[in-house]
């Protein structure tokens, strides 16, 4: 690794060298490299990183250098390098001079990451683009189907369709790739890719490789049988610049719808709507978990129940890796068959968003989903959650400003469609307490806001 130059809050660091071998790391986000020496029309273009940390604490970070086509769960990697709080760093030059790659990096708790390809034109011009960066929160769930609109393939006017596909699983992953035009036929036949663990494969010309001279409006269709990320970098002359081509929205979070979910409608006549503004916990080492009595007029029988809250977390409580931390669990005011929600987030070592019910269950039975999702700290995040008894179904989306992150769904079991509620309320608690058995966790620093429980009876 080159030497460390400060320049005011900046450090750029020179060409990510290979050190002792390290296993893969918990909390990594990937960028792709994709740095030709000399393009054909003279043009160089190197990938760079901005780490920023605007938390109060110094936080650290690890980079390393996954070249394409290879098994990036056994690797080398450089040294931890810490960002004081407040500051930023410039990493430069993250690729390998006329190769393709993915840049990993193993980022702590709070700090921000973004990736530029900066391209240099023959006559010096300097033209910059944003790159995807994969994380757990825009990598795409084993099984859907990744749609990238308006590709294109030019010779002429200079642009060439570059495509990548990549694996975010620890194990060996097939992959279906397929091309379609505008008027809807396919270009070509559909491709089976097969994908080393951890890894990325990089098609240069992808549309010539396939037979196509010029053509517009193309769609791709990506999907795979591990969690995966796929792009488009269209080459564009005489500017000499690349464009990332991303998946849409919709796909982009996996089940989750791309917008978030609307707001309630007005309470009809015999709805119940028990509410508690502003903050309701604030998880500390004395009072780790809070707990509100949910009170109701009467004995309720549901057909519908609808949970909206917010959540801020705090630190990952390390004491049990990866340690389950409470977002809110609703029950009727015993254990056994009486769980309404029971939504968590895991950290380290797991990362996602799970959520639960026991209605009229007997002993160790219950309905959950769970997918993958990275929380952030100091971020606020909310928690829509439906148990619709009348249908059989469970919803629990998450989402952060406006966007929504992760939808889960799973069958409700309230006997006869029926949610009943007795006259003596509910509990809803927040967080965990220290000690408890299992993998729950007291997460101190975390912050719940804004509850709002809207029953619906027959």
């Not at 990938?47 to 970070?61: D, R």
């Not at 430069?92 to 702590?108: E, N, P």
């Not at 119940?272 to 009595?293: N, W």
Request: charge should be positive; aromatic fraction near 8%; glycine fraction near 10%.
């Amino acid at each position: 690794m080159r030497r460390i130059l400060w320049r005011s809050s900046a450090c750029r660091l020179g060409l990510l060298a290979t050190l002792a071998a390290a296993p893969l790391a918990a909390a990594e986000v990937y960028v792709p490299a994709i740095n030709p020496a000399v393009a054909n029309d003279g043009s160089r273009s190197e990938t760079e990183l901005w780490i920023s940390n605007p938390g109060i604490s110094q936080i650290g970070f690890t980079t390393a250098y996954l070249a394409a086509d290879t098994d990036g769960t056994q690797r080398t990697t450089s040294s931890t390098t810490q960002v004081p709080a407040g500051r930023a760093f410039n990493v430069t030059k993250v690729g390998q001079s006329g190769k393709v790659g993915l840049v990993a990096i193993d980022v702590g708790a709070g700090l921000l990451v973004e990736a530029r390809l900066v391209s240099t034109s023959q006559n010096g011009a300097v033209a910059v683009a944003r790159v995807p960066v994969i994380s757990d929160a825009t990598k795409l769930a084993a099984g859907t189907k990744a749609e990238l609109l308006g590709l294109e393939r030019d010779p002429e006017r200079g642009r060439l369709l570059h495509f990548g596909v990549v694996n975010v699983g620890s194990q060996t992953s097939t992959c279906q790739l397929s091309f379609f035009r505008t008027d809807g036929s396919q270009i070509a036949g559909t491709v089976a890719l097969s994908l080393k663990p951890l890894s990325l494969l990089h098609f240069q010309d992808a549309l010539a490789t396939l037979g196509e001279g010029r053509v517009s409006g193309v769609r791709a269709e990506v999907t795979c049988n591990q969690a995966f990320y796929a792009y488009g970098a269209t080459f564009h002359y005489p500017n000499s610049h690349y464009l990332f081509v991303t998946p849409t929205s919709h796909t982009a979070t996996g089940t989750a719808p791309s917008n978030p979910p609307p707001p309630p409608p007005p309470p009809a006549g015999n709805t119940v709507v028990f509410e508690r503004a502003g903050l309701i916990h604030d998880a500390t080492s004395v009072a780790p978990k809070g707990r509100i009595d949910v009170t109701v007029p009467r004995a309720l029988s549901l057909k519908r129940l609808v949970l909206d809250m917010d959540v801020v977390p705090g630190p990952w409580n390390r004491e049990k890796i990866p340690g389950n931390h409470g977002l809110v669990w609703l029950y009727r005011g015993k254990f056994r068959g009486n769980t309404v929600a029971n939504v968590n987030t895991f950290g380290p070592n797991k990362y996602t968003f799970k959520a639960s019910q026991n209605i009229d269950l007997d002993a160790a039975q219950l309905t959950v989903a769970e997918a993958s999702l990275t929380l952030n700290q100091g971020q606020r995040y909310h928690v829509h959650y439906v148990y619709d008894a009348e249908n059989g179904r469970v919803t629990a989306t998450i989402s952060s400003g406006g966007q929504a992150l992760r939808t889960l769904s799973f069958a409700s079991t309230a006997s006869g469609h029926n949610l009943t509620v007795p006259s003596t309320g509910m509990i809803a608690e927040f967080g965990h307490n220290f000690g408890q058995e299992g993998p729950e966790v007291a997460c101190p620093g975390w912050k719940y806001y804004d509850l709002r429980i809207e029953m619906v009876p027959y």
